[in-house]
Every structure is written in structure tokens, then in C-alpha cells.
């Protein structure tokens, strides 16, 4: 992993027991502002991290909003239309 946060995130991507998800995009979310804390106090980082942290975020949200709020039924359908939107960097 290029960030030391991208570890757990990769896990949230790929994470197949849903009813773990919503624990676990807060988790994650939280490291991600914790790194982002962090290079805004050393004006550290680099713009492919950040660039990585936005991506990131953006897909997260996509999880929490776009799917989990749906019908389990639909929740598999909804991941694969939008898969061509939302490019999720792992």
C-alpha cells in the first residue's frame, strides 16, 4: 500500500459481510480525516494522496449513501450500474 491508511480502506472496499460495513466506512473515514489533520499541520503529502484521499472519500460516501440505503435485493444492481461512475481506487 502506497498510504497508510489505503490498507483499511482496500478492506472496506472488498468487505462482503454488509452488516459490517457502516462500522467500518466510519473507521476508516475517521484515519482518513486524522492523515488529512495531519498534512494540513505539516504541509506534508504529496498531490497523488490527496488526489488518492478525495477518490477515496467520494467512494466511501458512495458506499454509505448510495448503497446501503437500498433494498438488498437492489444493492448488487446498484454497484454494477454505477461501477462506470464511480471509479473506486483500491
Not at 488526489?51 to 467512494?59: Q, R, V
Amino acid at each position: 500500500m502506497r498510504f497508510d491508511w489505503e490498507e483499511a480502506y482496500v478492506c472496506v472496499v472488498f468487505e462482503t459481510d454488509w452488516t459490517f460495513l457502516p462500522s467500518k466506512i466510519t473507521a476508516v473515514e475517521s484515519e482518513i480525516a486524522d492523515r488529512q489533520l495531519m498534512l494540513l499541520a505539516d504541509h506534508g503529502g504529496t498531490a497523488e494522496e490527496r488526489t488518492a484521499i478525495e477518490g477515496a472519500l467520494s467512494a466511501l460516501h458512495f458506499l454509505r449513501v448510495g448503497v446501503l440505503s437500498q433494498p438488498k435485493r437492489t444493492q448488487c444492481e446498484t454497484i454494477q450500474q454505477s461501477a462506470e461512475r464511480v471509479r473506486i481506487r483500491a
